[in-house]
């Protein structure tokens, strides 16, 4: 308990911090006049309370926060926002369970943007408004999870970023680094979604849908005000500006702030992982777009890559836009675009999965591996951009992608055991643990997870979560050694 | 001409050497007193045991009237203080420091006399592996010479049986590659200096010079020798400051493997090599060599500090299939032992790098002076300055000209007079146009020429550049 108190502290102020976050919603309910504006009042007075309470009551406890406590800090917050967070959803559907809210707003903060819930184009303005602003907010704290919480817990090798975080950060104590890092990243990300905000709003899109489309490209989260995601509004201009944006979102943060700080874009050229991400995807829309049209599901190529690109970047990006039913593609492509949400997006980015340094990692010493036993003597260090990285920080690698596979596959199994199909299982699995949203089979492009039994929903609820935390933040939670002295 | 050196190592110790027989006044600071003691028994030079760049030591050595100060020791630090104290408190008129490390070297200003007052930085390390980088591009070479900033080049070869050269008189050779003017400069039978002439027969074994423009230096190689396939996979022992230096170089071009004993070593050269790759063992190893295919290598060059250990790992690779080797080695009588047979180049360090240092010891305006056979020969290339009355070269034909027996003129580069357009970030400059011109007998050297002249022998260096030099009616 001595770890629990100091950090509920923490967790009230920010919960009380939180309840800001209502501000919005409420404003849209009073603007649109859509009857919810008693709700998200309540819901608001509700965390604003609990948080003083929380915060009042751990007072004494107050203490500068250790390293470790980060861990427990991280899984606590993101678990008890999303709780919080289901209070408006619960006070304006009567009819909605708590394990569906909950997975509603777990997947909004985790940014994975898939769904339980249905009929959103006559939705309330407001609760939609309050979806987005979920994946909005929480891609701000996966910038700072990634970028300064991460690195210096040094999970799965992150302690890679360490050194390249930005800011004043020398001789500077811990947490004003935190701070001052996050305040700088939060500009960019700040300044980034009101310009895809105002290009979509150009583009003809609504300023309400304009302005939740662009919380959720920014945050690679991917929820949408329409059941039918962003084919309903089936215009080419506005999918070619999400493209653009979820790219960009899906750069490290603290590359954008170097290039703006620098006013260079060389910048990007220097970062490995922005060449891996571009080139990847790029290969992968035009390579993926030439075989649905040669397997002859759209009629010429340009349409095609049209329809491919969008959903690729999407689900390969873990964003979950959908403009088409991929699933009715040739198997490949939906497979394909599922592979890419694992290895592709930054780190230090909103994206998930286990992120393109690994990936980058990962691929270097396999083939270090393979010089060494064609060379036995070879002296071949895994380098990136030029530097050897420790042998350390290869194996923390390697141990964080191995928790990350069996993760998917055991939690693959649990769907499995609970009368999921495989396809449909894998896919919830894969879409939840990368924050991708859209799953195969019943849970695919073209439905969602409403489908899926009370127990299901929260296998895939805590999936998301253990995808954001990058596995090992959260599972170090639930180990006995933690807790010991 | 009063010189001081500082540091008797390997650099120092051969330009002392060199220097030493040419009238001139040395004095050798070092603070190693064995080593120094060594020298002196062996040379005709004074000694200095100290601190290089302390001021006493300095004054001690006699900086005071010292015409040239050259400081070669191991370290860039004491050799850029040393020029400093020399310029500031002895006003000694030239400095040369030798400098190691690529940093000072970027920043030119830090040199000029208001900072360290280094006239002229050499970096010996670079000098070898531009000159080794040369013979892997020119694998049949045993020695490539540049002169007049590259446009021209000297090759040493090795003729063999049923090559192009041997059997026939040279006054053939232009008939047997058209369109390149190429000329025959010297020729070595077993180690004696033959002068070459029109009815000369090259015979198989024999050393030779050939010297022709650079661009048609590559055309020359080919019509001699039957271009073997060229060079592709390099094996380095020895990842020091030359092997590392070198495999950065070549490993776009060429596919390197890096030999290194140190474990910690190697971590930091596979740090810093995108393409090669860097193996930990010994160089020496046969397990090593055999396990890296040494049979398919071409060419493997031995790097390491040691000699004794360049020799074995080399001779080793030779033998176990290996079709070129290169070996570091110091010692002269090492040098003849071993060249020609199993290794087949045998590169001096010391030699290697001192003709940029001779060059600006020489009397008369030497542009370049290299040093062949491990310093028995030279090639120097003079600028002949004045008029014809005041100069003996200028104004008249090369048979006219009152040369020492055993030296040749080989080529000239002479200035047309007409210039070229270029542009250096898009402001226009002009470029003098250079010509090369094979020495003929008949050929008339005029003023400002570029001679380049061929010495079998290092006594005719100074009678060549006395040759040269302006009569005292002139000024």
Not at chain 1, 423 to 431: C, E, F, K, T
Not at chain 2, 170 to 184: E, F, G, H, M, Y
Not at chain 2, 309 to 319: E, F, G, H, V
Request: net charge negative; aromatic share 8%; with cysteine.
């Amino acid at each position: 308990m001595d770890a629990l108190l100091p950090v509920a502290n923490v967790l009230g102020r920010l919960l009380s911090i939180f309840s800001l976050a209502y501000l919005m919603p409420i404003g849209a309910a009073i603007f649109y006049n859509d009857g919810t504006t008693a709700e998200f009042v309540a819901a608001m007075i509700i965390s604003l309370g609990g948080g003083l309470m929380l915060f009042g009551v751990t007072r004494s406890h107050y203490r500068e926060l250790k390293p470790r406590d980060g861990f427990l800090l991280v899984s606590t917050v993101w678990a008890l926002m999303a709780a919080i967070a289901t209070i408006p959803l619960l006070l304006v559907y009567d009819t909605m369970s708590f394990t569906d809210a909950f997975f509603e707003t777990m997947s909004g903060l985790t940014t994975t943007g898939a769904t339980v819930m249905t009929h959103l184009d006559g939705a309330p303005p407001a609760i939609n408004l309050w979806r987005h602003e979920l994946n909005w907010l929480g891609g701000m704290g996966i910038i700072v999870l990634a970028v300064a919480v991460l690195p210096m817990l040094g999970v799965g090798g992150m302690q890679l970023y360490k050194a390249e975080t930005p800011g004043p950060m020398k001789d500077a104590k811990l947490t004003a680094r935190i701070a001052d890092t996050a305040k700088a990243l939060w500009l960019v990300y700040v300044g980034m979604t009101i310009a895809c905000a105002a290009l979509l709003h150009q583009a003809g899109l609504s300023w309400l849908d304009a302005v939740c489309h662009a919380f959720a490209a920014m945050s690679l989260g991917g929820f949408s005000t329409r059941d039918a995601s962003v084919g309903a509004f089936d215009d080419p201009m506005v999918e070619f500006i999400l493209i653009i944006f979820m790219v960009i979102a899906a750069m490290n943060f603290a590359t954008h702030f170097l290039a703006v700080r620098s006013r260079d874009l060389r910048t990007y050229w220097r970062d490995l992982e922005v060449r891996g991400v571009i080139g990847l995807i790029a290969l992968s829309c035009f390579g993926v777009a030439l075989y649905v049209w040669m397997e002859g599901t759209f009629e010429d190529y340009p349409t095609a890559l049209r329809h491919v690109s969008f959903n690729l970047v999407s689900i390969g990006l873990s964003s979950g836009f959908v403009s088409q039913d991929y699933e009715k593609w040739p198997v490949f492509a939906p497979l394909w675009m599922m592979f890419l949400a694992n290895i592709t997006c930054s780190s230090g980015s909103t994206g998930g999965g286990i992120k393109m340094i690994r990936t980058l990692i990962l691929a270097k010493q396999a083939n270090r591996e393979l010089t060494r036993l064609v060379h036995p003597a070879v002296v071949n260090p895994v380098k990136v951009g030029g530097s050897a990285i420790p042998n350390n920080v290869v194996i923390a690698v390697l141990g964080f992608i191995f928790l990350y596979f069996m993760s998917v596959v055991m939690l693959t199994f649990v769907l499995i055991l609970s009368g999921l199909d495989f396809i449909s299982a894998l896919g919830a699995i894969v879409g939840s643990i990368t924050n991708a949203g859209p799953g195969l089979g019943v849970v695919g492009p073209s439905s969602n997870y409403a489908v899926l039994t009370d127990f299901q929903t929260w296998v895939c609820s805590f999936t998301m979560l253990l995808g954001r935390l990058e596995v090992l933040s959260l599972a170090v939670v639930f180990t006995p050694q933690f807790w010991r002295k | 001409m009063k010189i001081i050196i500082l540091g008797a190592g390997q650099v120092g110790t051969s330009v002392a050497e060199s220097l030493v027989s040419e009238a001139n006044d040395i004095t050798v600071v070092d603070n190693d007193v064995e080593h120094l003691n060594a020298l002196q028994e062996r040379l005709d030079l004074r000694v200095v045991s100290g601190n290089a760049a302390a001021p006493s030591v300095l004054e001690a050595a006699g900086a005071q009237d010292a015409d040239l100060l050259i400081a070669v020791t191991q370290s860039d630090q004491t050799n850029l203080c040393a020029c400093r104290v020399a310029k500031t408190l002895f006003n000694t008129p030239t400095r040369i420091a030798r400098l190691r490390s690529a940093d000072y070297a970027e920043h030119p200003e830090l040199l000029n006399d208001s900072n360290f007052a280094v006239d002229h930085s050499i970096c010996p390390e670079q000098i070898v592996t531009d000159y080794i980088r040369k013979l892997i591009e020119f694998p049949e070479a045993l020695q490539v010479l540049e002169f007049a900033e590259g446009m021209v080049t000297m090759i040493a070869v090795k003729a063999f049986e049923g090559g192009l050269l041997v059997g026939k008189p040279l006054k053939t050779i232009p008939q047997r590659l058209p369109n390149i003017d190429a000329r025959v400069a010297a020729i070595f039978r077993r180690d004696q200096s033959i002068v070459p002439s029109g009815d000369t027969i090259i015979e198989s074994g024999d050393e030779v010079f050939i010297i022709a423009a650079t661009s048609h230096i590559r055309k020359v190689m080919t019509e001699l020798r039957r271009m073997d396939k060229p060079i592709k996979r390099v094996i380095i022992a020895g990842g020091g400051n030359i092997g590392f230096r070198l495999a950065r170089a070549i490993e776009n071009t060429f596919n390197v493997k890096l030999i290194e004993r140190d474990r910690r070593r190697a971590e930091v050269l596979a740090g810093q090599l995108s393409r090669a790759l860097v193996l930990r063992g010994d160089g020496t190893d046969e397990a090593l060599l055999d396990s890296e295919s040494i049979e398919e290598t071409d060419m493997f060059l031995a790097l390491t500090n040691d000699e004794e250990d360049n020799i074995m790992s080399a001779s080793l690779a030779k033998q176990m299939g290996a079709r070129r080797t290169l070996a570091l080695i110091n010692r002269k009588s090492y040098v003849d032992l071993v060249q020609g047979g199993r290794i087949d180049i045998a590169i001096s360090p010391a030699q290697t790098s001192i003709g940029q240092l001779l060059a600006r010891v020489r009397r008369g305006d030497v542009a370049a002076v290299h040093s062949l056979r491990r310093g028995a020969a030279e090639a120097l290339e003079v600028i002949a300055h004045g008029d014809a009355k005041h100069c003996k070269v200028i104004g008249r034909r090369i048979e006219e000209i009152d040369l020492p027996e055993g030296a040749t003129i080989a080529a000239i580069v002479r200035n047309t007079g007409q210039s070229r357009t270029e542009y250096k970030e898009l402001v226009p400059y002009e470029v003098p146009i250079h010509e090369v011109i094979m020495a003929h007998h008949d050929t008339v050297i005029r003023a400002e020429d570029h001679v380049i002249v061929f010495c079998t022998s290092k006594k005719l260096v100074s009678q060549v550049e006395k040759l040269f030099q302006v009569g005292w009616g002139f000024f």
